[in-house]
C-alpha cells in the first residue's frame, strides 16, 4: 500500500460473480494457471517442512525403495527365483520401485492434503484443485533422488541407459497423472468420510502386489494381459523399466490400456473434485 | 449496471446443523446404510438445517468504509465467508468489482518449522500476490514487522507479538481492490492493536472499498463511516455507522440470556450440576456501559443433589489473560445443596472494566473443591460499553486499556522551579 499501486477505475475492472453452483461444474484450467506459483510455493513448503522434520532429512528419499529393493530382491530374487526378463534382480525391481514410490507417494500426501490443509481452505479463496496438484508435485524431488540411486546402481553393474531413456518422461507423465487422478477421488472423499485415511494404505498395498514390481508382467497371455493394463501403473512400471534399463521388451500395446485407464481416472476425479469442492470450506 | 463495487442479492447461505461438530460420517456408515434402504435422508424433513445469512441486499459503491456488527452467531463472519469466495451461497448472488483479498486471520499458511522469508513468501502468495510483487514489497514488510536480525530464523522461535507482527505485516502489504477483513484486530497487545488501526486508516484514505468486521466498536467508529447491523442471518440496520452503533449497544432485541447447553461450549466437569445459560442485567436492559454495575445471573439445572456447591465466575481479557476470579466462598456466601433448577446472582457494584469484549468462564465446584462438576471456558462473553469513566466528557475505550479506577492525580515540585518558570513565562 506504500508504493501505491492504485486502484483501476471501477468500470475497467474485471467483474466476478458469485452465484450457487449446480450439478457438474467447469475445471476452470484459466484459474489454476493464474495461481501456478501458489501451487509452486505449496510444493516447496511441503518438501522443505518434510525435510525439516525428519531426522535423516532428505536420505529418507533414497532409503525407502533400496530397503525395499533388498527386501524384494532377498525374498522374491534369491529364495523365489523370480525370472526377471534377462535382468539382475535388484535393478529389475529397484527400476520398477522407482516410479512406483513417486505414485504410492502422491496418492498418499494428496489424500490427506485437503484435511491437512483445512486452515488454508476456511480461511482464503484459491481454487481448491491447487491442494492435491501441489502435494503430488512435491514428490517431483524424492522421485529425482531416486532416479539418481538407480543410475549410479545401473552403472555399478555395468548397465548404462540408451536413447530409450528419453521414454522415461510420458511414463513419469503416465504415473503423475493416475498419482493425481487417484489422488483426487481420495482427497475429496476424505473430506467427507474420515476413514478414507485408513483404506488409502491397505489400498496401495493392494496395489503394490498388482503392480508388476517383484515380478514381471510378462508372464501373463492374452487375453490376461490386456485386462492387467487396465491398472495404469502397469504401463507405467514396465515402460519406465525398459526405458531406463534399455534392455527387456518393451510394453507393447498395453500402454494404450494403460494410458485411457489413467486419463479416465484424472478426467473423473478432476469432475468429482469441483463437484464436491462448493462444501469443502463447511465441512473440513 | 450500477457503479457498486459490491452488489448483493438475496443473498442466503444454509447449513447442516452439526457440520461444525467433530462427528464426521464414515464411508463404512455411508456404505452401509446405502445397502439397507435406497435414499438415505432424501425426504428427511429439513429441520436439521438452518440459515446462517438470509435475505441479504446491499451496494457498496467504490471507497466506502463499511464496519458489519452484530452479536456472536448474527452471521457476520458467514458473509465476509461468502463475498470471499471460501464457500458457496445456497441462494442469491454477489458481483465483486475488481480484486478482492480477504483477511479472516493473519498468518494463514505459516508454518513454525519454515524462517520468516520463506512464511513471507508463503503467505504472500496464499494472499494473492505475484512473486515479482512479494519480492518488491520484501523490505517494506520486514521493516514493518521489525523482525529484521530474525528474518532467517524459524519462526517457531519468534515470540507471538514477533509472529503477529510478521503475520500482519505481509496482510498490510496487499493491494487490494477490495478489502474484505474479520476480527483481526482482536488478538495482539495494544502496541500491535494500534499499528494496525493505523495501517487501515492508510487504506481507507487510498479509496479502497473495504469491509470490515469487529467487535470493536472504537475500531468500526473509527474507520467506517456506513454500519451495517445483522442479527439472526439477516441485516437489520444499514446506515450511518454511529446509528448502526447505537443499534448495537442498545442490543434491545430481548436476548433472555445465552444458552450454554449447545455443543459448541467447551466445558469440564462431572456434570452432577451444569450451568445452562447465563444473563448479564446492566442499568439498561442487557447493555454495561463501563463503570455502571450489573449483575451476572447463573441459571444452573441439577442431575443429582449436590451438597455444599461453590459457584465460580471468572473474567478475562480477549487473549484469555485472567482479570478477577470470585468464588461464592470468598464472600463467605454459603449455600447447604442444590437439588433442581435456579439462578444465582453474582451482583457486581462498582466494575473498573473499560469497553470492550471480555470473556467469561463460569464454574460449579464444591466445598473442598474436588474438581469442577461444570466448567464452562467457551460461548460466554461480556460486552461493556464505552462511557465517560473519568468525567471528563471523553468515551475511553479499549484502546486506553482494560481497567480504569477512581484515582487524584497530585503535583509535588520544588518552589525554585515553579519561581524560575513563572519568571520565564513572564519574560
Known sequence: MS?????????????????????????????????????????????????????VGVAWAVIQPLFTMLV?????????????????????????????????????????????????????????????????LSGLLDFALGLTLLLIFMAAMGFFPNLHLLWSIPFLLLALVTSLGTGLWFSALNVEYRDVRYIVPFLTQFWMFATPIAYSGQMLR??????????????????????????????????????LAALLVLVSGLYYFRRMERTFADIV | ??????????????YRIGTHGPSYKTLRDRIASGLRFRRPSADKPVADRFWAVRNVNFDIPEGEIVGVIGRNGAGKSTLLKLISRITEPTEGEIELAGRVRSLLEVGTGFHPELTGRENIFMNGAILGMTRAEIVSKFDAIVEFAEVEKFIDTPVKHYSSGMYLR??????????????????????????????????MNEVSRQGRTVLFVSHNMVAVENLCSRGIMMDHGQIVFDGPVRDAIAMYLAGSDSEPGQDLRESSARRAGTGEARI????????????????????????????QRVKTPVFCVSILTRSTLPLFTIFTKDLDYQ????????????????????????ILHLGITDAVESGWKDHVTDGAELEIAEADVYGSGKLRGASFGVLFYNCTWSLTSSPATLVASTSSGKN
Open chain 1, 3 to 55: 508504493e501505491n499501486q492504485s486502484p483501476t477505475p471501477v468500470g475497467q475492472r474485471t467483474r466476478i460473480r458469485i452465484v450457487p453452483s449446480k450439478g457438474w461444474v467447469r475445471i476452470g484450467f484459466h484459474e489454476l494457471w493464474a495461481y501456478r506459483e501458489l501451487m509452486y510455493f505449496l510444493a516447496v513448503r511441503e518438501i522443505k517442512v518434510r525435510y525439516k522434520q525428519t531426522a
Open chain 1, 72 to 136: 524384494f530382491s532377498l525374498f522374491f530374487g534369491r529364495l523365489g527365483k523370480m525370472p526377471s526378463e534377462g535382468i539382475p534382480y535388484p535393478l529389475f525391481s529397484l527400476a520398477a520401485l522407482i516410479p512406483w514410490s513417486f505414485f504410492a507417494a502422491g496418492l498418499g500426501q494428496s489424500s490427506n492434503s485437503l484435511v491437512g490443509n483445512s486452515n488454508l481452505i476456511t480461511k482464503v479463496y484459491f481454487p481448491r484443485l491447487i491442494i492435491p496438484i501441489s502435494s503430488v
Open chain 1, 222 to 259: 492374452e487375453p490376461w494381459r490386456s485386462v492387467y493394463g487396465i491398472n495404469p501403473m502397469v504401463g507405467v512400471v514396465e515402460g519406465f523399466r525398459w526405458a531406463v534399463l534399455g534392455r527387456g521388451n518393451p510394453p507393447g500395446s498395453i500402454i494404450f490400456i494403460s494410458s
Open chain 2, 1 to 14: 449496471m450500477s457503479s457498486a463495487v459490491i452488489r448483493v442479492r438475496d443473498l442466503g447461505k444454509q
Open chain 2, 166 to 199: 510478521l503475520a500482519f505485516a505481509v496482510a498490510a502489504h496487499l493491494e487490494p481492490e477490495i478489502l474484505i477483513v474479520d476480527e483481526v484486530l482482536a488478538v495482539g497487545d495494544a502496541a500491535f492493536q494500534k499499528k494496525c488501526l493505523g495501517k
Open chain 2, 276 to 303: 445452562t445459560r447465563y444473563e448479564i442485567i446492566g442499568l439498561e436492559g442487557t447493555l454495561v456501559r463501563a463503570g455502571d454495575p450489573f449483575t451476572i445471573r447463573l441459571h444452573y439445572e441439577c442431575r
Open chain 2, 335 to 358: 449455600i447447604d445443596e442444590i437439588s433442581a433448577d435456579g439462578f444465582i446472582d453474582l451482583q457486581i457494584h462498582s466494575p473498573n472494566f473499560l469497553a470492550g469484549s471480555y
